[in-house]
Protein backbone atom coordinates (compact mmCIF):
# COMPACT_ATOMS: atom_id res chain seq x y z
CA UNK A 1 0.00 0.00 0.00
CA UNK A 2 3.11 2.30 0.66
CA UNK A 3 5.84 2.39 -1.46
CA UNK A 4 9.22 4.30 -0.82
CA UNK A 5 11.83 4.74 -3.61
CA UNK A 6 15.21 5.76 -3.29
CA UNK A 7 17.64 7.42 -5.69
CA UNK A 8 21.13 8.88 -6.57
CA UNK A 9 23.74 6.71 -5.11
CA UNK A 10 26.46 5.39 -6.67
CA UNK A 11 30.12 6.13 -6.62
CA UNK A 12 31.89 8.97 -5.93
CA UNK A 13 35.30 9.64 -5.25
CA UNK A 14 35.85 11.13 -1.53
CA UNK A 15 35.49 14.58 -0.86
CA UNK A 16 32.64 14.76 -3.45
CA UNK A 17 28.98 14.78 -3.36
CA UNK A 18 25.57 13.09 -3.84
CA UNK A 19 21.80 13.99 -3.20
CA UNK A 20 19.90 11.37 -2.49
CA UNK A 21 15.73 11.07 -3.01
CA UNK A 22 13.47 8.82 -2.09
CA UNK A 23 9.42 9.37 -2.85
CA UNK A 24 6.68 7.84 -0.78
CA UNK A 25 3.76 6.85 -3.10
CA UNK A 26 0.19 4.82 -2.39
CA UNK A 27 -3.08 5.45 -0.02
CA UNK A 28 -1.07 7.73 1.69
CA UNK A 29 -3.14 9.81 4.01
CA UNK A 30 -0.42 11.92 6.12
CA UNK A 31 3.66 11.36 6.56
CA UNK A 32 5.08 12.59 9.48
CA UNK A 33 8.96 11.96 9.96
CA UNK A 34 11.00 10.69 7.86
CA UNK A 35 14.56 10.06 7.47
CA UNK A 36 17.67 8.37 5.92
CA UNK A 37 19.15 5.09 7.57
CA UNK A 38 22.29 3.51 6.32
CA UNK A 39 24.30 0.16 6.77
CA UNK A 40 27.44 -0.85 6.53
CA UNK A 41 28.97 -4.01 5.86
CA UNK A 42 29.52 -5.75 8.82
CA UNK A 43 27.59 -2.95 10.92
CA UNK A 44 24.09 -2.38 12.38
CA UNK A 45 21.77 -0.13 10.70
CA UNK A 46 22.02 3.62 12.20
CA UNK A 47 20.48 6.68 11.97
CA UNK A 48 21.61 9.05 9.52
CA UNK A 49 18.92 12.35 9.67
CA UNK A 50 15.18 12.41 10.86
CA UNK A 51 13.69 15.55 9.34
CA UNK A 52 9.79 16.07 10.95
CA UNK A 53 6.75 17.34 8.85
CA UNK A 54 7.34 20.80 10.53
CA UNK A 55 11.24 20.93 9.38
CA UNK A 56 12.42 20.09 12.40
CA UNK A 57 15.93 18.32 12.18
CA UNK A 58 18.19 15.30 14.25
CA UNK A 59 21.54 14.47 12.60
CA UNK A 60 23.97 11.35 13.40
CA UNK A 61 27.45 13.11 14.95
CA UNK A 62 29.44 11.69 12.45
CA UNK A 63 27.42 14.13 9.45
CA UNK A 64 26.82 17.30 11.47
CA UNK A 65 28.11 20.14 9.10
CA UNK A 66 28.76 17.78 5.83
CA UNK A 67 25.19 15.90 5.38
CA UNK A 68 21.21 18.02 4.52
CA UNK A 69 18.05 16.67 5.02
CA UNK A 70 15.04 18.40 3.36
CA UNK A 71 11.68 17.20 2.19
CA UNK A 72 8.69 18.23 0.17
CA UNK A 73 5.28 17.62 1.93
CA UNK A 74 3.26 18.26 -1.12
CA UNK A 75 5.21 15.70 -3.15
CA UNK A 76 6.00 13.12 -0.25
CA UNK A 77 9.53 13.00 -0.86
CA UNK A 78 12.86 13.50 0.88
CA UNK A 79 16.27 13.94 0.17
CA UNK A 80 19.62 14.09 1.89
CA UNK A 81 22.20 16.21 0.20
CA UNK A 82 25.58 14.75 0.86
CA UNK A 83 28.99 16.59 0.60
CA UNK A 84 32.32 16.22 2.19
CA UNK A 85 31.75 12.39 1.28
CA UNK A 86 34.46 10.24 3.12
CA UNK A 87 35.02 6.55 2.91
CA UNK A 88 33.73 5.85 6.00
CA UNK A 89 30.00 6.72 4.49
CA UNK A 90 29.87 3.90 2.18
CA UNK A 91 27.13 2.30 2.96
CA UNK A 92 23.03 1.36 1.62
CA UNK A 93 21.22 4.18 2.45
CA UNK A 94 17.42 3.30 3.31
CA UNK A 95 14.62 6.06 3.39
CA UNK A 96 12.54 6.05 5.99
CA UNK A 97 9.05 7.22 6.91
CA UNK A 98 6.13 6.95 9.70
CA UNK A 99 3.27 7.12 7.12
CA UNK A 100 -0.70 6.85 7.85
CA UNK A 101 -2.19 4.65 4.95
CA UNK A 102 -6.01 6.33 3.71
CA UNK A 103 -8.45 5.25 6.28
CA UNK A 104 -6.45 5.57 9.24
CA UNK A 105 -4.46 7.59 11.37
CA UNK A 106 -2.37 5.22 12.77
CA UNK A 107 1.18 5.54 11.91
CA UNK A 108 3.41 2.86 10.69
CA UNK A 109 7.28 2.94 10.06
CA UNK A 110 8.31 2.00 6.23
CA UNK A 111 11.58 1.13 4.53
CA UNK A 112 12.50 1.71 0.85
CA UNK A 113 14.66 -0.55 -0.89
CA UNK A 114 17.65 0.99 -0.59
CA UNK A 115 20.12 2.94 -2.14
CA UNK A 116 24.34 1.85 -2.52
CA UNK A 117 26.85 4.70 -2.26
CA UNK A 118 29.91 4.03 -2.26
CA UNK A 119 33.03 6.72 -1.70
CA UNK A 120 36.04 5.74 -2.84
CA UNK A 121 39.44 7.25 -1.50
Known amino acids: QVQLVESGGGLVQAGGSLRLSCAAS????????MGWYRQAPGKQRELVATITSGGLTNYAGSVKGRFTISRDNAKNTVHLQMNSLKPEDTAVYYC???????????????WGQGTLVTVSS
Open 26 to 33: GSIFSINA
Open 96 to 110: NANVAVGGTNRYLSH
